[in-house]
Protein backbone atom coordinates (compact mmCIF):
# COMPACT_ATOMS: atom_id res chain seq x y z
CA UNK A 1 0.00 0.00 0.00
CA UNK A 2 1.51 3.00 -0.81
CA UNK A 3 1.52 5.72 1.79
CA UNK A 4 2.51 9.64 1.25
CA UNK A 5 3.35 12.19 3.79
CA UNK A 6 4.88 15.44 4.06
CA UNK A 7 8.43 15.94 5.37
CA UNK A 8 9.16 19.97 5.95
CA UNK A 9 6.41 22.31 6.18
CA UNK A 10 6.75 23.34 2.81
CA UNK A 11 9.28 20.81 1.33
CA UNK A 12 9.71 17.53 0.88
CA UNK A 13 6.98 14.40 0.51
CA UNK A 14 8.01 10.61 1.43
CA UNK A 15 6.56 7.82 -0.92
CA UNK A 16 6.27 4.46 1.45
CA UNK A 17 5.59 0.99 0.60
CA UNK A 18 6.38 1.12 -3.00
CA UNK A 19 9.19 -0.92 -4.88
CA UNK A 20 9.88 1.05 -7.83
CA UNK A 21 10.78 -2.12 -9.54
CA UNK A 22 7.31 -3.24 -10.36
CA UNK A 23 5.70 0.24 -10.02
CA UNK A 24 3.16 0.48 -12.51
CA UNK A 25 1.81 3.74 -14.38
CA UNK A 26 -0.66 4.92 -12.47
CA UNK A 27 1.92 4.13 -8.90
CA UNK A 28 4.75 6.39 -10.94
CA UNK A 29 2.36 9.40 -12.11
CA UNK A 30 1.17 9.61 -8.05
CA UNK A 31 5.04 9.96 -7.22
CA UNK A 32 5.24 12.17 -10.22
CA UNK A 33 2.76 14.34 -8.55
CA UNK A 34 3.83 14.57 -5.37
CA UNK A 35 7.51 15.32 -6.14
CA UNK A 36 6.46 17.93 -8.39
CA UNK A 37 3.97 19.38 -5.45
CA UNK A 38 6.78 18.89 -2.80
CA UNK A 39 10.40 19.75 -4.90
CA UNK A 40 11.66 16.46 -2.78
CA UNK A 41 10.97 12.82 -2.72
CA UNK A 42 11.83 9.97 -0.88
CA UNK A 43 11.51 6.81 -1.55
CA UNK A 44 12.93 4.15 1.33
CA UNK A 45 13.53 0.93 1.31
CA UNK A 46 15.03 -0.18 -2.24
CA UNK A 47 16.83 -3.07 -3.10
CA UNK A 48 18.33 -1.70 -6.59
CA UNK A 49 21.28 -2.91 -9.03
CA UNK A 50 21.56 0.00 -11.57
CA UNK A 51 19.92 -1.39 -14.14
CA UNK A 52 16.79 -0.61 -11.80
CA UNK A 53 17.92 2.58 -10.72
CA UNK A 54 18.67 3.98 -14.38
CA UNK A 55 14.88 2.47 -15.24
CA UNK A 56 13.46 4.36 -12.56
CA UNK A 57 15.26 7.59 -12.89
CA UNK A 58 14.25 7.41 -17.07
CA UNK A 59 10.80 7.59 -16.02
CA UNK A 60 11.47 11.03 -14.35
CA UNK A 61 13.11 12.15 -17.94
CA UNK A 62 16.34 11.99 -19.73
CA UNK A 63 18.79 10.40 -17.53
CA UNK A 64 22.54 12.26 -19.15
CA UNK A 65 26.08 12.12 -18.18
CA UNK A 66 27.22 14.45 -15.92
CA UNK A 67 29.91 17.01 -17.30
CA UNK A 68 32.57 16.00 -14.42
CA UNK A 69 33.60 12.88 -15.86
CA UNK A 70 36.54 11.76 -12.63
CA UNK A 71 33.40 10.69 -10.98
CA UNK A 72 31.66 8.75 -13.31
CA UNK A 73 30.70 4.92 -13.57
CA UNK A 74 33.72 3.29 -14.94
CA UNK A 75 30.82 1.31 -17.05
CA UNK A 76 28.21 3.29 -16.72
CA UNK A 77 28.83 7.03 -17.82
CA UNK A 78 25.21 7.66 -16.87
CA UNK A 79 25.45 7.40 -13.20
CA UNK A 80 27.98 9.31 -11.01
CA UNK A 81 29.38 8.00 -8.05
CA UNK A 82 29.62 9.53 -4.85
CA UNK A 83 32.15 8.97 -1.99
CA UNK A 84 34.14 6.72 -4.09
CA UNK A 85 37.55 6.49 -3.88
CA UNK A 86 37.88 9.13 -1.04
CA UNK A 87 41.66 8.40 -0.26
CA UNK A 88 43.98 8.92 -2.53
CA UNK A 89 46.96 5.97 -2.82
CA UNK A 90 48.65 8.16 -0.39
CA UNK A 91 45.50 7.50 1.98
CA UNK A 92 45.41 11.30 2.38
CA UNK A 93 41.45 12.20 2.24
CA UNK A 94 40.27 13.62 -0.65
CA UNK A 95 38.01 16.71 -0.31
CA UNK A 96 36.85 17.59 -3.37
CA UNK A 97 35.00 13.75 -3.26
CA UNK A 98 34.41 14.03 0.69
CA UNK A 99 32.95 17.15 0.62
CA UNK A 100 31.04 17.11 -3.46
CA UNK A 101 28.10 19.26 -2.84
CA UNK A 102 28.66 20.53 0.63
CA UNK A 103 30.67 23.77 -0.09
CA UNK A 104 27.37 25.70 0.15
CA UNK A 105 23.47 25.91 -1.50
CA UNK A 106 22.82 25.61 -4.82
CA UNK A 107 21.08 23.61 -7.54
CA UNK A 108 22.55 21.46 -10.00
CA UNK A 109 23.64 22.55 -13.62
CA UNK A 110 23.08 25.80 -13.04
CA UNK A 111 25.89 26.82 -15.47
CA UNK A 112 24.24 24.89 -18.08
CA UNK A 113 21.92 26.18 -20.95
CA UNK A 114 19.74 23.74 -20.28
CA UNK A 115 19.84 23.22 -16.58
CA UNK A 116 18.93 19.45 -14.79
CA UNK A 117 15.81 19.53 -13.84
CA UNK A 118 16.26 16.83 -11.33
CA UNK A 119 19.26 15.26 -9.20
CA UNK A 120 18.47 11.29 -7.68
CA UNK A 121 20.91 9.77 -5.48
CA UNK A 122 20.47 6.08 -4.37
CA UNK A 123 21.86 5.65 -1.18
CA UNK A 124 24.31 2.36 -1.07
CA UNK A 125 25.93 2.82 2.47
CA UNK A 126 25.72 5.59 5.08
CA UNK A 127 27.65 6.73 7.91
CA UNK A 128 26.61 5.88 11.62
CA UNK A 129 26.59 9.81 12.11
CA UNK A 130 26.12 12.85 9.62
CA UNK A 131 25.91 13.11 6.33
CA UNK A 132 22.90 14.37 5.78
CA UNK A 133 21.52 16.31 2.72
CA UNK A 134 19.85 19.95 3.27
CA UNK A 135 16.79 20.93 1.17
CA UNK A 136 15.29 24.25 0.56
CA UNK A 137 11.82 25.45 -1.48
CA UNK A 138 13.03 28.25 -4.04
CA UNK A 139 9.06 28.73 -3.90
CA UNK A 140 8.96 29.31 0.09
CA UNK A 141 11.85 32.14 -0.60
CA UNK A 142 10.19 33.83 -3.83
CA UNK A 143 6.90 33.77 -1.38
CA UNK A 144 8.92 35.52 1.60
CA UNK A 145 10.47 38.30 -0.78
CA UNK A 146 9.04 41.85 0.32
CA UNK A 147 6.52 43.57 -2.68
CA UNK A 148 9.64 45.53 -3.65
CA UNK A 149 11.62 42.69 -4.49
CA UNK A 150 9.06 40.69 -6.47
CA UNK A 151 8.51 43.97 -8.35
CA UNK A 152 12.05 44.00 -9.68
CA UNK A 153 11.59 40.57 -10.93
CA UNK A 154 8.45 40.77 -12.17
CA UNK A 155 8.97 38.53 -15.93
CA UNK A 156 10.87 36.33 -14.33
CA UNK A 157 8.68 35.17 -11.51
CA UNK A 158 10.86 32.14 -10.20
CA UNK A 159 13.63 32.81 -7.95
CA UNK A 160 16.14 30.76 -9.64
CA UNK A 161 19.70 31.65 -9.51
CA UNK A 162 22.97 29.48 -8.27
CA UNK A 163 24.80 32.28 -5.56
CA UNK A 164 28.53 30.44 -6.25
CA UNK A 165 27.67 30.26 -10.17
CA UNK A 166 25.68 33.62 -11.10
CA UNK A 167 27.70 36.47 -12.50
CA UNK A 168 25.56 39.50 -12.92
CA UNK A 169 21.56 40.00 -13.76
CA UNK A 170 21.26 41.05 -17.36
CA UNK A 171 20.20 44.68 -17.46
CA UNK A 172 21.15 45.67 -14.31
CA UNK A 173 24.19 48.10 -13.43
CA UNK A 174 27.10 45.69 -11.79
CA UNK A 175 26.51 47.85 -8.24
CA UNK A 176 23.36 47.27 -8.60
CA UNK A 177 23.24 43.59 -9.76
CA UNK A 178 25.50 42.59 -6.69
CA UNK A 179 23.31 44.35 -4.04
CA UNK A 180 20.32 42.21 -5.50
CA UNK A 181 22.13 38.99 -5.93
CA UNK A 182 23.39 39.75 -2.47
CA UNK A 183 19.66 39.98 -1.00
CA UNK A 184 18.75 37.62 -2.36
CA UNK A 185 20.91 35.53 -1.15
CA UNK A 186 20.25 36.14 2.46
CA UNK A 187 17.03 35.30 1.22
CA UNK A 188 17.01 32.28 -0.37
CA UNK A 189 16.44 30.13 2.52
CA UNK A 190 13.40 29.94 4.75
CA UNK A 191 13.37 28.10 8.04
CA UNK A 192 10.16 27.13 7.14
CA UNK A 193 10.98 26.10 3.99
CA UNK A 194 13.71 23.68 4.46
CA UNK A 195 13.96 19.77 4.39
CA UNK A 196 16.98 18.05 5.89
CA UNK A 197 17.03 14.02 5.02
CA UNK A 198 18.81 11.94 7.08
CA UNK A 199 20.27 9.21 4.80
CA UNK A 200 18.80 5.02 5.29
CA UNK A 201 20.81 2.67 3.39
CA UNK A 202 18.24 2.11 -0.12
CA UNK A 203 17.32 5.64 0.06
CA UNK A 204 16.31 7.08 -3.46
CA UNK A 205 15.94 11.03 -3.20
CA UNK A 206 14.96 13.11 -6.08
CA UNK A 207 15.10 16.56 -5.94
CA UNK A 208 13.52 19.29 -8.09
CA UNK A 209 16.65 21.51 -9.31
CA UNK A 210 14.11 23.88 -10.50
CA UNK A 211 12.43 24.98 -7.93
CA UNK A 212 14.36 24.03 -5.18
CA UNK A 213 18.47 24.48 -3.75
CA UNK A 214 20.14 21.88 -1.40
CA UNK A 215 23.54 21.00 0.11
CA UNK A 216 25.55 18.35 1.28
CA UNK A 217 26.07 18.25 4.81
CA UNK A 218 29.37 17.17 4.36
CA UNK A 219 30.25 16.54 8.22
CA UNK A 220 30.09 12.88 8.66
CA UNK A 221 33.36 10.33 9.71
CA UNK A 222 35.66 10.25 6.68
CA UNK A 223 36.73 6.82 7.71
CA UNK A 224 33.27 5.32 7.39
CA UNK A 225 31.68 4.61 4.14
CA UNK A 226 28.68 7.48 2.24
CA UNK A 227 28.10 5.83 -1.28
CA UNK A 228 25.17 7.02 -3.70
CA UNK A 229 24.49 6.25 -7.39
CA UNK A 230 23.63 9.25 -8.64
CA UNK A 231 21.74 10.32 -11.79
CA UNK A 232 21.17 13.58 -13.51
CA UNK A 233 17.50 13.71 -15.81
CA UNK A 234 16.57 16.61 -18.42
CA UNK A 235 13.43 16.74 -19.86
CA UNK A 236 12.97 14.42 -22.66
CA UNK A 237 12.96 16.17 -26.34
O1 LIG B 1 25.78 14.07 -1.41
C1 LIG B 1 24.88 14.88 -1.18
O2 LIG B 1 24.30 14.94 -0.09
C2 LIG B 1 24.44 15.84 -2.26
C3 LIG B 1 25.57 16.17 -3.17
C4 LIG B 1 25.13 17.12 -4.27
O3 LIG B 1 25.09 18.29 -4.12
C5 LIG B 1 24.70 16.51 -5.56
O4 LIG B 1 24.77 15.27 -5.73
O5 LIG B 1 24.26 17.28 -6.43
FE1 LIG C 1 24.29 19.27 -5.91
Given at each position: ?10 I ?13 D ?15 A ?39 L ?20 A ?21 L ?10 F ?24 Y ?8 I ?8 D ?13 D ?17 R ?27
Open positions: MMQVRRLGPQGVEISGVDVRTLDAGFAQIYRAWLDHNVVVPDQTLEIDDFLAYSRRFGQVVPHPSKMTRHPERPEITLGVNKFGADGALDLAIYRRGEGWHTDGAYDEEPFKATQLYAAVPSRGGDTHASMYAAYAALPPRVKERLEGRKGLFDPGKILYDGLEPPESALIDELTERMIQPGEYRHRWRKGDIVIWDNCSYHKAAGDYPPEEDRIHWRVSIKERT
